[in-house]
């Protein structure tokens, strides 16, 4: 018997807007946070290999940029024919297959998952230490009662309404991203240590080259990653054929413009000193000190930005995650039980629960586990350690990443199959073999010397692969929900079954 898109659950009405689908981009970007901590990747990755961009890392941030467009461009295909919560889950499902979807978006969801348990602990932790160690409050509670309380917050935020999340998001993005690009302005203002200069946008600012510059590409994706989450939200959203591409391109360009201004104005800040700014832990906040650009009040300021910018990635990867396992469960390729739907919020009110649980259970693990991975820091005398908190932050973070870029490559490849009869064939190969250039890339930029634990997280994303392959082999599920959609979709010129 043919089944019906009645016989499956529904989240909550179309009620969302274009703003609605933008914050949800760019909070799980989370520009700030990326800006403040991930750019040095860019610059030089010191851990691993040593090469990146250099001063010219302005250059490789638009290099990526363009990348990642590519990809986006495929998403907004699919976008404008495909309103489900699965996103790429479905567009891979629709390219690939059914067996190749499922394990898709069971590596995807796995690693929003793993990034949305990250969240507490570095939200945390930070907190914890501007609390207890820049502000002298000794009596505060440790890090893991901090992310605990995060994890509660989530909860309310995403069980009592869509909108609530978006909208909570996009004013912790502005307020955020706000301050930390009136920073790097001012800083512009003052030029920097010796002036502004066009040499940030010279290859041979680099030091090595376009090699170099290619090299600090494969890092500057992942700044990008999340930016095709707004498609999650494909069933919730008001006219999601035209809100969705619009909000994945606009996402990409505000965000691509404030990592350009970020990277400039820290380029010029260290005086285009490569090194101090790659080997800098922190060099927003280092260029927020005083006796550079800001003042210890100021600095303080940059901390709680990011806190606010963190928990906006927090709230942007939640969103996604549940969304991410309903449609799994709702296809019945996991427990169907996890499709549950609030009847008076018409939110995913068991995968909510699923997710709220891991985002409790990581920061205790952590404690109860010591940190977990070793706090040892690289090169530093012995007995110089880490935060408890920060080993396992990384290394979720890292997960995350590369299980996303991996399904990149996968959306690529079956977009090309599945798009090849409704869009431009020129510009459909021309994206998808971009797209699957610079998610090689960054898979290839995340393995390649890289140190341990972090050697680590490719193998337990092929177990993670491998665990999906033998559960699509046992449970086939039902008829994807999102055919019945697209079989739906306006116009009827949505990619068939």
Known sequence: MEQKLADYEELGEKRLKLADAVAQSVGFMGPVFSSALILPLIVANLSSSGKGAGAATPIAIILAAVGVAAIGWMVAAYA???????????????????????????????????????????????????????????????YWVWGILWAILLFGLLYFGVRISTRVQLALVLVSATVFLGFFLYIIAKGGVHGNTIK????????????????????????????????????????????????????????????????????????????????????????????????????????????LDMMAVGLGCGVCTTRGVFALARDRRIPGMLATVSRRYGTPAASILFTTALCVAVPIWVRLGHGVLSRQVPGAPAG?????????????????????????????????????????????????????????GAIWGSIYKVPSPANKIWVVTLIVLAVGVLISLVARGRRPASKVLAELSVGGNGPQP
């Open 200 to 307: 940030p946008f010279e290859p041979s600012s680099s030091g090595t080259g376009w090699s170099g510059i290619f090299f600090g590409v494969l890092y500057g994706v992942l700044i990008f990653v999340g930016f095709e989450t707004a498609a999650n939200l494909g069933e919730e959203t008001a006219h999601p054929h035209r809100s969705i591409p619009r909000a994945i391109f606009l996402a990409i360009g505000i965000v691509g413009v404030l990592y350009l201004i970020a990277g400039y104005a820290q380029d010029i800040g260290f005086g285009l000193d490569a090194s101090k700014w790659a080997a800098s832990p922190a060099p927003v906040f280092e260029l927020g000190a005083k006796g550079a650009f800001g003042s210890l009040w100021f600095d303080r300021v940059l901390q709680i930005m990011v806190i």
């Open 80 to 142: 404008r024919r495909i309103h489900a919560a699965g996103a790429l889950y479905d567009y891979v499902t629709h390219g690939l297959g059914e067996q190749a979807g499922f394990v898709a978006g069971w590596v995807y969801y796995w690693g929003t998952a793993a990034l949305t348990a990250a969240i507490p602990l570095g939200v945390g932790g930070i907190t914890y230490g501007l609390l207890h160690d820049d502000i002298g409050w000794k009596h505060t509670p440790p």
């Open 384 to 440: 110089t350690l880490f935060p408890e908190w920060f080993p396992l932050f990384v290394w979720f973070a890292g997960f995350g990443g590369f299980a996303l870029v991996t399904v990149y490559g996968a959306l690529a490849i079956g977009g090309m199959k599945g798009l090849w009869a409704y869009e431009n064939k020129v510009a459909l190969v021309v994206a998808g073999l971009v797209g699957l250039a610079i998610s090689v």
